[in-house]
């Protein structure tokens, strides 16, 4: 298969936009400690070495199968993640109705799956499949945090991606890191209604910049609610396939990418 056409997303031989770096990235930079930091169990040790642990969620538990859950030693809210993709998450806001032989089904059916086979996002390959819980996470309102996505650029944070309403009328906005909303998104529909500086913005920036430290490239996701709480380490957003709007900003932030030195021949 010619890289310049690499799952059909442009030129990966000389790459210029982002999506095309991010697909080079998967391609030629094999750093394996990635996988660890893939792992949303596995990644809680290098946080908690590196920026704290007050920045870890609660967990509540981890499991190699589903039908190790004792659902009557869990809390009656709580959230279910499988370790080794993404998206691969149940938020349980009430044990009580929900139904478990299909949350069983569920999460069997996510542990089968080798999800670094959808994209070749090969990070993934090699992660033990678990299944943890931890605390079930709102706002003062009671409702889903907003998500707060940090492109982290050769180590230094450059724009703030801000998920409104994901599980329902799902929208994003973009942010510089004065908090500047920038005039693009990515993927879905943009946010167009004022979202206030988060109040730890600058605990998020100094936090992402630490995590992000000699890597080319990596998305670092928190929740601010007041406190600020660490999600994931991601390396290649959107499976380097999501398209901008306007699309001129996939060769803008591709300008911000410098890629390691490394031999393609």
């Known amino acids: 298969m010619l890289l310049s056409r690499w799952f059909g997303r442009g030129n ?7 999506n095309e770096k991010i697909q080079w990235l998967k ?24 920026i704290g642990n007050e ?16 659902w009557t030693a869990l809390p009656v809210q709580f959230a279910l993640k499988c370790t080794h993709g993404s998206g691969m998450n149940l938020l349980i806001r009430d044990k009580f109705s929900v139904d478990q032989v299909e949350i069983n089904k569920q999460l069997s059916c996510w542990l089968l799956m080798d999800y670094s086979k959808l994209g ?70 943009s946010y167009n209604n004022d979202l206030p500086k988060p109040k730890y913005l600058d605990v998020m920036l100094d936090a992402a910049q630490t995590l992000s430290e000699n890597m080319p490239f990596v998305r670092v996701d928190f929740y601010a609610i007041p406190q600020v709480i660490f999600g994931e380490m991601t390396f290649f957003p959107g499976n380097g396939t999501e398209n901008f709007y306007p699309s001129e900003w996939d060769l803008l932030l591709g300008d911000m990418l410098v890629l390691p030195q490394i031999s393609t021949r």
């Open 12 to 18: 990966i031989s000389n790459p210029k936009t982002f």
């Open 27 to 50: 391609v030629f930079h094999r750093n394996l400690g990635y996988v660890k930091l893939a792992d949303k169990y596995a990644v809680r040790n290098f946080v908690k070495e590196k």
């Open 55 to 70: 920045f870890l969620n609660e967990l509540i538990g981890v499991w190699d199968s589903p039908f190790e859950l004792d």
């Open 120 to 189: 070749r996002e090969w990070v993934y390959k090699d992660i033990p499949r678990r299944i943890i819980a931890e605390r079930f996470l709102t706002d003062y309102d009671g409702q889903i945090p907003k998500d707060y996505k940090i492109f982290c650029f050769n180590g230094v944070p450059r724009y703030i991606q801000v998920d409104v309403d994901r599980f329902e009328k799902h929208r994003r906005a973009f942010f510089d890191t004065s908090w500047k909303k920038q005039p693009f998104c990515l993927y879905c529909e």
